[in-house]
Every structure is written in structure tokens, then in C-alpha cells.
């Protein structure tokens, strides 16, 4: 099954504020790691535990891409956050979030 990716209005700003190559590579890899089996946790994909943010995280080197997933009516991956991760936390639109 493939799965459509689309971007939550803030995961746009939020690509956005990054360089340009880093935000390049993260459309690149959300679009190869996420339009399979998205659910299938792996070493760089993970299900979070309860957060404000989304269930699961994709990681991309330093970046930290959030994103949830709906398999009905039709298959989609939305992306929600992207953050980078810096020492033990992550920020997200130039604020620390908190993922529990």
C-alpha cells in the first residue's frame, strides 16, 4: 500500500526555516522512508510515547521529522513538526519542545 504524504501548514514553515539542503534532504527522505509502511518501526522510525506533537518520529541525522498516520478512507502520512535535535532536546520553530 502507498501512502500519500502531505504537510501540515507548520511542518511547512518549519522546513522552511531550515537551510536549504537540510530541508531538501528531509522532503527527499520523507518521501522514501514514509510512502511504505510508514507504521513499521525501524531504527530511525519509532512510535512516541503520548506527546503534543505527533505519535511518530522519523529521524534524519540532527533533524526530527513528526508525523502521524491515517489509513482510512485512503492511506496518508501527515507531517506535522520538524524539528532538530540538539544535545537532549529538540526545537521546533526556534522553541524547546517537550516529548515526555
Known amino acids: 500500500m502507498t501512502f500519500r504524504i502531505e504537510y ?6 518549519h522546513l522552511a526555516a531550515l537551510p536549504r539542503r537540510q530541508a531538501n534532504m528531509a522532503l527527499d527522505q ?8 510508514p507504521t513499521l518501526p525501524s531504527r ?3 512510535l512516541l510515547r503520548a506527546n503534543p506533537v505527533a505519535p511518530w518520529e ?5 533533524l526530527r521529522v513528526y508525523f502521524d498516520v491515517s ?13 532538530v535535535k540538539v544535545r537532549d532536546g529538540v ?8 516529548l515526555g
Open 71 to 83: 489509513a482510512e478512507p485512503t492511506p496518508v502520512v501527515t507531517v506535522r513538526a520538524v524539528g
Open 8 to 13: 501540515a501548514p507548520e511542518a511547512v514553515n
Open 91 to 98: 526545537w521546533i520553530a526556534g522553541e524547546e519542545v517537550d
Open 44 to 46: 530511525n522510525r519509532k
Open 58 to 62: 522519523l529521524r534524519l541525522g540532527v
Open 30 to 37: 520523507v518521501d522514501r522512508k514514509l510512502k511504505h509502511q
